[in-house]
């Protein structure tokens, strides 16, 4: 569930995490579920299709957001500005940002944005999920962007091989240099709670993770 405490903001759960009593509901689970596979749709793959403005850096308007849901989608009728803010500042992995009336996804774009302005990558080692079968020529040639717009490194081992095995069950694991990387002026920025995004990562930067490493 997603409410509203008259104290402390917007939150998720049947009460408000800080001083334990119910709050104003907003949307059910279901809700908030639905609300955000258009919302995050509109933010990285098909603002066109909601005729929503998405600027060079990917903001939109949220006012403009919410009459294009309700006009396109007429089961979201009730929705409010005031939903889309609480959507995006409950979301676990961080993967929204909010300034000025605007609203944007910060990774996982397959539209072209200029995220260059998220905040630098503020760790010396990141990871990155492959396959046996890929591990050679990743290991040559570098990372580069698939069905996305951006490279997508994991802060931690652990949520690397949560990416990883949505693919297969053994994913081998990368590490990435982040250090000598932007040393050597390569853009490297955070943008969720544990995502990291760069355009390519040179194959100079990487290195397999030794198997009893990766098992920890």
């Known amino acids: 569930m997603l409410a ?7 939150y998720r759960g049947t009460s408000c995490p800080v001083c334990k009593r119910d709050g104003k509901f907003l949307m059910d689970d279901g809700e908030v579920k639905k609300l955000s596979s258009v919302l995050i749709g509109i933010l990285r793959h098909f603002p066109e299709q909601f005729n929503v403005r998405v600027d060079s850096h990917g903001w939109a308007n949220i006012d403009e957001i919410c009459d294009a849901i309700k006009h ?16 995006a500042l409950t979301d676990e992995k961080g993967r929204y940002q909010i300034q000025e009336g605007n609203i ?40 580069l962007p698939t069905d996305r ?21 053994n994913p081998v ?36 993770m030794d198997e009893t ?3 920890k």
């Not at 979201?76 to 803010?85: A, D, M, Q, S």
């Not at 951006?150 to 990416?163: D, I, N, P, Q, R």
């Open 4 to 10: 509203e405490c008259a104290e402390h903001g917007y």
């Open 72 to 87: 396109k989608l007429d089961r979201f009728y009730w929705v409010r500005k005031k939903h889309i803010v609480a959507l």
């Open 104 to 143: 944007r996804a910060t990774y996982a774009h397959t539209i072209e944005v200029d995220l260059s302005d998220l905040p630098e990558a503020d760790t010396d080692v990141l990871y990155y999920p492959v396959t046996e079968e890929e591990l050679d020529i990743i290991l040559e040639q570098g990372l």
């Open 149 to 169: 717009s951006k490279v997508h490194l994991s802060g931690s081992k652990t949520k690397a091989m949560e990416a990883g095995k949505i693919r297969v069950d």
């Open 173 to 208: 694991i990368l590490q990435i240099d982040v250090k000598k990387a932007m040393e050597d002026g390569i853009a490297i920025n955070k943008a969720g709670t544990d995502v990291y995004v760069v355009d390519r990562v040179d194959a100079k930067y990487l290195s397999r």
């Open 213 to 215: 490493e990766e098992e």
